[in-house]
C-alpha cells in the first residue's frame, strides 16, 4: 500500500467519524494521563512558548522548544527535542 491510498483510507475515517484527528496539544494529553512525567514536561514547555487548553503555540513551536535558550529552566535537560 502506497502512501497515497494511505492518506486516502485515512481521510475516510476522518470524514465519517471512525477516526479523530492527532491531537498535538500537550496540556491536554498531560491532563489525559495526569500520572506522566513525559507529558507533563512537553505540557510546561508547551505553555511557555504560548500553548494553552484551548489554543496552540505561533508556528514552529516544536522547533523552539528544541532550541530552547533558557537554560536556567528546571525543565531544560529534559525538553523534548525534534529529530531532524
Given amino acids: 500500500m502506497d502512501i497515497t491510498e494511505v492518506l486516502r ?15 498535538y496539544n500537550w496540556i491536554k494529553k498531560s491532563q489525559e494521563n495526569p500520572q506522566s512525567k513525559s507529558l507533563a514536561i512537553k505540557a510546561m514547555c508547551f505553555h511557555c512558548y504560548g500553548g494553552t487548553k484551548e489554543s496552540m503555540p505561533d508556528a514552529g513551536w516544536r522547533q523552539s522548544i528544541s532550541t530552547c535558550s533558557a537554560p536556567d529552566c528546571p525543565l531544560y535537560a529534559f525538553r523534548p527535542i525534534v529529530q531532524s
Fill in 9 to 23: 483510507i485515512r481521510t475516510e475515517k476522518l470524514l465519517d467519524g471512525t477516526a479523530k484527528p492527532a491531537e
